[in-house]
């Protein structure tokens, strides 16, 4: 099966990753003329989560353009069965996603663990790929500082190699600093 | 004398490996496999890469201060250059992960790596030649 594009956006905390990646989601919906799938990897643990979550959920509904909320804390190659017409997705977000695959495992994380959550994590994008128009995959910059504890390491591990790999195979990754994005893979369109 | 920086686990060496011809003869030190940081430069290599500074500054964290880890690694600075001068064909290479993003460490003697940390960087990127930031395997030239 063929596999539709992705597209890349990380950033800081509040750098205003997601409001871009919305922004290139209803672009990309626009010029395909295709629906937007939003898929959510947080779970509404607390109330901060629950205002961030209900902030960028206005945002999108003060959009001309009809989004599809779909919540996949985990397994996100389940959220296919949703689509229709090859939609437009964007899954929000990487850092999150692989907390919650790593987390759900609920034993103690061992590095076997972690690398079938990286094979898991990207053939679950790999099925997303096969059934969308465009993916865009929203993640964050929480690499760079160094911390005393294996697991957290363990998670900066996985998440560094799989930001390597989703790089490699995007066709676009934009760094976003402050809500300017910078184009580090791509042609400017 | 290149300097390549940019976060953990964001495809670093492995953009030098492809990027500059490792062979046999190239010394390729590591700080993650315990190799100690040399003291005097091998005569006998023409490319000696130094991988994971960060962890040798963090070995001096434990006796000294920032300051003072800045000064002693610009005395090594100074040696590395006298060394890639004294054979054009010698070359060195310098790995160091960027920790400079995260919120403030608890342990003091973890502040004075992170602070000597960066102040080494600064002056390794003011003295070599070329300096490159990887992201996820992408370099980005910037100097």
Redo the contacts between chains.
């Keep these: 099966m063929e596999k539709a594009p992705i597209y890349f956006v990380t950033g800081?905390v509040r750098s205003g990753k997601s409001t871009f990646a919305e922004k290139l989601t209803t672009q990309c919906s626009q010029d395909l003329n295709r629906g937007i799938v939003y898929i959510a990897c947080g779970r509404a643990r607390d109330e901060e989560m629950v205002l961030r979550i209900n902030k960028h959920q206005e945002q999108r509904e003060q959009s001309n353009v009809s989004w599809q909320t779909r919540e996949f804390p985990t397994d996100i190659e389940e959220s296919v069965k949703t689509f229709d017409h090859q939609p437009v997705v964007l899954l929000d977000c990487l850092t999150t996603l692989l907390d919650n695959e790593l987390f759900s495992a609920n034993t103690e994380w061992s590095q076997i663990q972690a690398s079938q959550v990286y094979d898991k994590i990207l053939a679950g994008l790999e099925t997303i790929q096969q059934n969308v128009s465009t993916l865009v995959i929203v993640s964050n910059?929480v690499?760079?500082?160094?911390s005393h504890f294996s697991s957290v390491q363990l998670y900066?591990?996985t998440?560094?190699?799989l930001?390597?790999e989703?790089?490699?195979r995007a066709e676009k990754?934009y760094?976003v600093e402050s809500g300017m994005p910078v184009m580090?893979?791509g042609l400017q369109s | 004398m290149h300097f390549v920086t940019g976060g953990s686990y964001n495809g670093k060496a492995k953009w030098v490996r492809e990027q500059y011809q490792v062979t046999d003869e190239t010394i390729w030190l590591s700080a993650y496999q315990d190799h100690d940081l040399p003291e005097n430069m091998d005569h006998h290599s023409k490319r000696i890469i130094l991988e994971g500074i960060e962890r040798w500054i963090k070995q001096d964290s434990q006796q000294f201060n920032a300051a003072d880890i800045r000064a002693s690694w610009n005395l090594r600075i100074e040696g590395f250059l006298n060394w890639e001068k004294e054979n054009e064909d010698r070359h060195l290479i310098i790995i160091g992960n960027d920790l400079s993003k995260g919120i403030v460490p608890i342990e003091a003697s973890d502040r004075t790596w992170r602070d000597a940390c960066g102040w080494v960087y600064q002056d390794l990127a003011e003295r070599a030649d070329r300096v490159e930031l990887i992201w996820y395997g992408i370099n980005q030239q910037l100097k």
């Design positions: 800081g910059e690499l760079h500082e160094y900066q591990r998440l560094g190699l930001h390597q989703i790089v490699q990754a760094l580090m893979k």
